[in-house]
C-alpha cells in the first residue's frame, strides 16, 4: 500500500500546459480556464489492434525498452573502413547469392531480382548466356538465395551480391560491429534494376577489376571516413540520402581524392573511375545504407522494443523486423509506387517496390527527411509544403529524433528516428519511402522513382507478435 | 502522320525531378503522343533515343524538347505546354503551410511541454493515450467509460512505480491548481485537500464548503473503482501522498462510493501514518451521509456549520396522494447516498444502481414501488451524452413518473460546474412546472454547485425554485425531506 517514490507536484500548482485527447468538451472546459490546451487529433486504431496496443502500451519493459533500442542505435559512428570483394568479407562462395528483402524462393521472385541474379550468374561464370540462368536457379541444385539482411549486408533495389563483387565495409569503432553493402553502378540499365545486359556486365566486370580494388587502396590510405558525419552534413545540402545522394557522393570523393591520386593506378584509370563515381549522383547511397544499418542493428534485439530495425522489400513481398521480435520477418505485399516515369514508361511497366534502400527511412532519412530535399517531393508531383508535412508527420510514428541528423528548414529538428509499430497502428500513419521504380520484365532497368508506403498489415502483425510475447512474460 | 519534333535549348536548366513532371504534364497534351523534357545527359539521351528520337549533337547542359505528336498542326500547343510546364516548375507552389495537429497524447506533450493530459477516448484505447503521459513523466485524468478493471489496474500500477497519479477512470471530476478538470465546480482557493473515489460526491463537498466559506487545495478524482478489491486504492494513496506534501493543505477528505472493506481499512490505516489530518467520508450503509461528513470537517477546520442554503417554500404533499419516492439522478454517488438515506426509513428501494441485485429495475425504468434512477450509469449512456450534458432522457422520464399515481414525491439532482450543460434549469424549470401540473405531485431537487460556477447556483436554484420545486444544496436534506413527503401519507 505504501508508495516509494516522492511526489511529483503539487496539487495546488496550476498546470502550465494540458494535452486533451478525444472529447473536445473537456478539453474546452480547460482552455475557458486559461490553461493551454494542446489537443490531439485522435482517430481510432488500425482495425483490430485495440488490444493488443494495450497489452504492449502496458509492458512494463516497452518504454526503458525503447529509450535503450533507441540510444544504442544513436551512439553508433559508422566509419567507412575498407572496400573488399564479397567474398572476403562475408565468405561468400560460388553459388551463393545475396539479395534484398525478405526470405524469398526463385518462384516467387519479381523480374527485377530475377533479371538481377541471372546477370549475377553470368557475372560469375555460372553460365554463360544470362538466360540460361533461369534453369539454374529454378533448380536450386547448385545455388543459393539469401536476403542481404542475413549476412549484415544490404543492397539497394534488387539488392543481389554475388562473391566477386566489392562491397563497402562500415564498423562501428565502439563494438568493431561492421556491415557492407556493393558499389553503385549508377543509373538506368544496371544490374539492381533487374538488367543483365552485356554492357551491365560490362560495368561488374570494370568495377570488380578497377574501381574495387582502387577504392579499397584509397579507402585504406585515407583511413576511415565518418560516414554518420557525411549523412548530417547531406541534410543541410538538400540531400536526403535516398533518392538524392548528390552531396554526399562529392563529400566522399573530397575525403578520399587524395589517395585515389596517390593509387597505383595510371592516371587514365584514375581518371576513369572519378568519371564515374563524379557522373554518379547516387554512389553514396552505397554507404549511406550500411551506415544506416550499422546503426539499426545496434538496437536490434532488446525484448519489450517496438522499433522497426528494418524495412525491406525483395520485389514480391515488403518486410520488417522489430527490436523485440528477433529476427522474425513480419511480410506483406510490396506495393507500387507513385510517381514519375522515365521515357514512355507507365504505371503499368513498373515493378513493386524493390530494394533493402528503405533502411535509411528506417533510420529516419530517405522519404522521412522529404523537408531536407523538397526537390524530392516533385516525384509525386507534390510540393514543398508536402515535404514538410511528410517530415513532422513521420515524428507521430517516431520514439525519437536524431539530433546529429538536424533538418534546417524545420528549424534543425533531428530526423524524426525509431519507428514505433504500436504508433504506426495507433495512427494508421505509415512510414513514407521514396524509391527508384524498377522495370516489371527481368532486363528492362529502371522505369522511373516515386514514393511508396509499407503495406498496412505487416504493422498488425508485428504488433501480434509483441503482444504475444508480452503476455508470455507477464 | 505522325511528326517528331525535337529541338535543344542551349543553356537551359531545370533539374531532372521538375523535368521528369514537365515531361509528364506535356504527354498529356492533346496531340501529343510521346514528350521527353530532359537535359541531354548521356543517361537521357539513350532515353530518348530508346522512345525513337533521333537527336542532333548536344551537350549534357543544354535541354532537350522531344515531342512525338499526331500531325504538324499539334506543334504550338504541345510548345506552349512545355514553356506553361517549365514555368509552373520553376514557380513552385503557392500553398501554405499548415501544421498538423498532433496526433498521440506523446505528441501533444511533446510539442507543448504539458504536466497533465486529459484522456477522454472510447475506453478500448484510454491506457494507451493514458501511457503515453506516464511515459512523458506527468499526470493523467482519464474521462473514458468502459475501461477495462485490469487495464485500470495495470496503468495505476505502472504511474505508483513513477511517482504519478493516474486520475479517473469514470470520476469526472477534479480541481487541481483552481483548474476544474472535467465535471468540477469552481471554489476559492483554501486549505482542504479532496481525494474523490466519486465525482458527484466530490461535487457534493466543493459545494458545501463553498458554502461554509470554506476553500479548497485541490481535489484529486482516483477513479469510482479505486477503492475496490480490484484496484487496491492505489491512486487514493498517491493522491494522500500528494495532498500530504502540498503545504498548502491543511486537511484532507476521502471520499467514495461504498468502498471494499479491506481497502478501505488498509487506506484509513495508511492516512493515519501522514502529517496532514485526513477524514474518510466513505457511503455505506450505517455510515453518515456526505454532508453529516461536511459538517463533521467544518468541526475540524474550526468552522461554525451554517444553515445550509434552500429556495422556494417548502413542499407539500399532492391532493391526489401517492406512497412512492422517485428519484431521478444524474450524480451517481448522490442516487446511492439517496438510497442509503431512504432506505433506513423506507425499506427496499428499486434502482439501475441497486443496492443489493435483487433490487435491479427493469429497462422500463418504472416499477411500482420507491425508484432511484442513475441516468449517469454507463447503461443509460451508451449511444448518448452523460445527463449532465443531454438531460433529455430524464425530463422525460420526470413527466411519466409525475403522470403515475403512485408517485408520491419526485426527488431530483442538478449539478452544476465546469461540463455541465450552460443552463440546466432552462429545460429542468419548464419540465417540472409540467409535471406539477399533470398533479401538484412535490419537486425536492438538490442543487449542487458554487456561486462562482459558470451556469451561477442562485440564478439556477431559483429559476428551480420558480417553477414550484423545494431546493438544497444539501443532496441529504433534500433526501430527508423527499422520505418525510413521502412517508407523511403512509403514516
Known amino acids: ?55 504492449v502500451a502496458a509492458d512494463p519493459l516497452r518504454r526503458d525498452a525503447n529509450a535503450l533500442a533507441v540510444s544504442r542505435m544513436l551512439d553508433v559512428q559508422a566509419m567507412l573502413v575498407g572496400v573488399a570483394p564479397a567474398s572476403e568479407l562475408l565468405g561468400l562462395e560460388k553459388g551463393q547469392f545475396l539479395h534484398a528483402g525478405p526470405p524469398i524462393e526463385w518462384a516467387r521472385t519479381s523480374g527485377p531480382l530475377r533479371g538481377a541474379l541471372m546477370g549475377a550468374a553470368a557475372f560469375e ?41 566489392w562491397m563497402f565495409v562500415l564498423e562501428d569503432p565502439a563494438t568493431g560491429r561492421r556491415t557492407y553493402c556493393s558499389l553503385n553502378e549508377g543509373l538506368g540499365k544496371v544490374l539492381r534494376y533487374g538488367a543483365y545486359g552485356p554492357e551491365v556486365l560490362e560495368r561488374l566486370r570494370w568495377m570488380r577489376d578497377l574501381l574495387g580494388p582502387l577504392l579499397g587502396e584509397a579507402v585504406a590510405a585515407a583511413g576511415p571516413v565518418d560516414a554518420t558525419a557525411i549523412l548530417g552534413q547531406m541534410l543541410q545540402m538538400g540531400d536526403e540520402a535516398h533518392n538524392r545522394n ?47 544499418k550499422l546503426a539499426l542493428d545496434a538496437a536490434r534485439d532488446v525484448p519489450g522494443s517496438t522499433m522497426v530495425v528494418a524495412m525491406a522489400r525483395n520485389g514480391t513481398d515488403f518486410g520488417i523486423q522489430v527490436s523485440g521480435t528477433g529476427d522474425q520477418w513480419f ?17 503499368d511497366d513498373a ?71 504500436s504508433s504506426v497502428c495507433r495512427t494508421g500513419i505509415l512510414p513514407q519511402i521514396n524509391t527508384g521504380m524498377a522495370g516489371k520484365v527481368a532486363g528492362v532497368g529502371q522505369v522511373g522513382a516515386g514514393l511508396v508506403t509499407p503495406p498496412a498489415s505487416i504493422f498488425p502483425a508485428a504488433l501480434a507478435e509483441l503482444a504475444r510475447r508480452t503476455r508470455d512474460r507477464a | ?143 473514458s467509460d468502459n475501461v477495462p478493471v485490469e487495464q485500470e489496474l495495470a496503468m495505476k500500477r505502472i504511474a505508483r512505480d513513477r511517482g504519478l497519479l493516474v486520475m479517473g477512470p469514470d470520476c469526472g471530476t477534479a480541481v487541481v491548481g483552481g483548474v476544474g478538470l472535467g465535471f468540477a465546480n469552481t471554489v476559492s482557493p483554501g486549505s482542504v485537500g479532496i481525494v474523490a473515489a466519486s465525482g458527484t460526491g466530490c461535487q457534493q463537498i466543493l459545494a458545501l464548503l463553498d458554502a461554509a466559506g470554506v476553500g479548497v487545495a485541490a481535489a484529486l478524482g482516483v477513479g469510482g473503482r479505486d477503492l475496490s478489491a480490484a484496484i487496491g486504492g492505489i491512486s487514493t494513496t498517491t493522491a494522500l501522498d500528494r495532498l500530504d506534501a502540498d503545504p498548502s493543505v491543511e486537511q484532507v477528505v476521502v471520499v467514495s462510493k461504498p468502498p471494499a472493506a479491506e481497502v478501505a481499512a488498509a487506506v484509513e490505516k495508511y492516512a493515519a501514518g501522514l502529517t496532514t489530518p485526513v ?82 429495475l427493469d429497462s422500463s425504468l418504472l416499477e411500482p414501488g420507491h425508484l432511484m434512477i442513475d441516468f449517469g450509469d454507463d447503461g443509460l449512456t451508451r449511444g448518448r451524452a452523460h445527463p449532465m450534458i443531454d438531460p433529455t432522457l430524464r425530463l422525460e422520464h420526470l ?45 425536492v431537487v438538490a442543487c449542487v454547485g458554487t456561486s462562482a460556477d459558470p451556469q451561477g447556483l442562485a440564478r439556477q436554484a431559483e429559476a428551480l425554485a420558480a417553477a414550484g420545486a423545494e431546493v438544497h444544496l444539501s443532496n441529504a436534506a433534500a433526501t430527508r425531506r423527499a422520505i418525510a413527503l413521502a412517508t407523511g401519507g403512509a403514516r
Open chain 1, 1 to 55: 500500500m505504501s508508495t516509494t517514490s516522492l511526489p511529483r507536484s503539487l496539487p495546488s500548482a496550476t498546470p502550465a500546459a494540458v494535452a486533451a485527447v478525444g472529447a473536445d468538451m473537456f478539453a474546452t472546459a480547460v482552455a475557458d480556464q486559461a490553461v493551454p490546451v494542446e489537443r490531439v487529433d485522435w482517430t481510432p486504431p488500425m482495425d483490430g489492434t485495440a488490444d493488443d496496443l494495450a497489452t
Open chain 1, 125 to 165: 561464370g555460372l553460365v554463360e548466356d544470362p538466360e540460361d540462368a533461369a534453369a539454374l536457379f529454378a533448380s536450386g541444385t547448385e545455388v543459393s538465395l539469401e536476403p542481404c539482411h542475413h549476412r549484415s549486408a544490404v543492397g539497394p533495389m534488387a539488392g543481389v551480391v554475388s562473391p566477386s563483387m
Open chain 1, 246 to 292: 548528390r552531396a554526399g557522393t562529392l563529400m566522399l570523393l573530397r575525403d578520399i581524392a587524395p589517395s585515389l591520386v596517390r593509387a597505383s593506378r595510371s592516371s587514365e584509370e584514375v581518371a576513369e573511375a572519378f568519371a564515374f563515381m563524379g557522373g554518379n549522383d547516387h554512389f553514396f547511397l552505397n554507404v549511406a545504407m550500411p551506415a544506416c
Open chain 1, 331 to 347: 511480410t506483406g505485399p510490396a506495393q507500387l509506387a507513385d510517381g514519375l516515369f522515365l521515357g514512355d514508361y507507365g504505371p
Open chain 1, 351 to 421: 515493378n513493386p517496390d524493390i530494394g533493402d534502400s528503405a533502411i535509411t527511412e528506417t533510420a529516419g532519412i530517405g522519404g522521412f527527411a522529404m523537408a531536407a530535399a523538397p526537390a524530392i517531393v516533385r516525384f509525386v508531383g507534390g510540393t514543398v509544403p508536402d515535404a514538410l508535412a511528410t517530415s513532422r508527420r513521420m515524428r507521430e510514428i517516431t520514439i525519437s529524433e536524431n539530433n546529429r541528423w538536424p533538418i534546417p528548414v524545420l528549424d534543425f529538428a533531428g530526423a524524426a528516428t525509431g519507428i514505433d509499430v
Open chain 2, 1 to 143: 502522320m505522325t511528326v517528331e519534333h525535337v529541338e535543344i535549348r542551349p543553356g537551359a536548366y531545370a533539374d531532372s525531378v521538375a523535368l521528369l513532371q514537365v515531361s509528364r504534364d506535356v504527354a498529356a497534351t492533346p496531340g501529343v503522343t510521346a514528350a521527353q523534357v530532359a537535359m541531354a545527359t548521356e543517361l537521357n539521351v539513350e532515353v530518348l533515343q530508346g522512345m525513337g528520337f533521333t537527336l542532333p549533337a548536344a551537350s549534357p547542359n543544354d535541354m532537350v524538347v522531344a515531342v512525338r505528336l499526331d500531325d504538324e498542326s499539334a506543334l504550338p500547343a504541345a510548345l506552349a505546354a512545355v514553356d506553361a510546364a517549365l514555368a509552373a516548375a520553376r514557380k513552385g507552389s503557392s500553398g501554405g503551410e499548415v501544421t498538423a495537429p498532433p496526433r498521440t497524447t506523446g505528441s501533444a506533450l511533446r510539442r507543448a511541454g504539458g504536466d497533465l493530459a486529459l484522456v477522454s477516448v472510447p475506453g478500448a484505447s484510454a491506457l494507451v493515450e493514458a501511457m503515453d503521459a506516464l511515459d512523458a513523466g506527468v499526470d493523467v485524468m482519464i474521462f
Open chain 2, 279 to 360: 477524514r474518510f467520508a466513505l457511503l455505506g450503509a450505517g455510515q453518515p451521509d456526505l454532508t453529516t461528513q461536511v459538517e463533521a470537517l467544518l468541526g475540524d477546520l474550526g468552522v461554525a456549520v451554517p444553515a445550509w442554503p434552500t429556495w422556494g417554500t417548502p413542499a407539500v404533499r399532492s391532493a391526489s396522494g401517492g406512497t412512492a419516492l422517485r428519484g431521478l439522478f444524474v450524480g451517481g454517488t448522490l442516487c446511492d447516498e439517496a438510497m442509503l438515506l431512504a432506505a433506513e426509513t423506507l425499506g427496499p428501494i428499486r434502482s439501475n444502481i441497486p443496492l443489493s441485485p435483487e433490487l435491479a
Open chain 2, 399 to 443: 413527466a411519466k413518473v409525475a403522470a403515475d399515481p403512485e408517485t408520491a414525491v419526485i426527488v431530483m439532482d442538478v449539478v452544476l460546474g465546469h461540463g455541465a450543460e450552460d443552463d440546466p434549469a432552462a429545460g429542468l424549470a419548464p419540465a417540472i412546472a409540467a409535471a406539477r401540473a399533470i398533479r401538484d405531485v412535490p419537486v
